[in-house]
């Protein structure tokens, strides 16, 4: 069943409820730098390592313009 990961999140946050997979979906936008995706991306780590409904994290950055510059560990 898809629904969104959290109530009062927004829409692409996506739980698959009995794969417990939660996927994650961002967009690099002008007024948007890579350390501020890259903490975003941190939190919602964090965050889903506490969600019961999630085992699995999936994190997607849509980046057409290629700005993006994070290296993740």
Not at 3 to 11: G, H, T
Not at 26 to 40: C, F, I, T
Not at 44 to 49: L, Q, R, S
């Amino acid at each position: 069943m898809l629904k969104p990961a959290l109530q009062r999140q927004p829409k692409t946050q996506i739980l698959l409820e009995d794969e417990k997979i939660v996927i994650e979906a961002k967009k690099m936008r002008e007024n948007l730098e890579s350390k501020q995706v890259g903490d975003q991306l941190l939190i919602d780590i964090a965050k889903y390592g506490k969600h019961l409904g999630c085992k699995t994290l999936l994190c997607f950055v849509y980046d057409l313009k290629k700005e993006l510059e994070i290296q993740l560990v």
